[in-house]
């Protein structure tokens, strides 16, 4: 069973940090030793894994900001693969 289907309350591993870089106007993930530009509105989503909201909370949040976007089909399996690559708590 995909981690997001259960009550997992996401939230970033220790030593990742969140930032938006303002000259590439784009979210990056800092890991140790490496950078990852997420892309569109992936920064949004991890921005919200405070590990306070369920993944049908992020889900349910995400839906209001975005009428119409498939972020139930979305992002529960984006939230998985960052948690497989240990990206999420």
Same mark, same amino acid.
């Given at each position: 069973m995909?981690?997001?289907e259960?009550?997992?309350r996401p939230a970033l591993a220790p030593a990742l940090?969140?930032?938006?870089d303002s000259v590439?106007?784009?979210d990056l993930l800092l890991l140790p030793e490496r950078v990852v530009v997420l892309e569109g509105?992936? +920064?949004q989503v991890v921005g919200l894994c405070d590990g306070t909201r369920t993944?049908?909370?992020i889900v349910d949040v995400l839906a209001e900001r975005y009428p119409g976007a498939p972020v139930?089909?979305?992002v529960p399996p984006f939230l998985d693969r960052l948690h497989?690559? +240990?990206w999420l708590e």
């Open positions: 995909p981690v997001s259960s009550l997992w940090m969140l930032r938006h590439r106007g784009a509105h992936a +920064g993944v049908c909370g139930a089909t979305e497989e690559e +240990g």
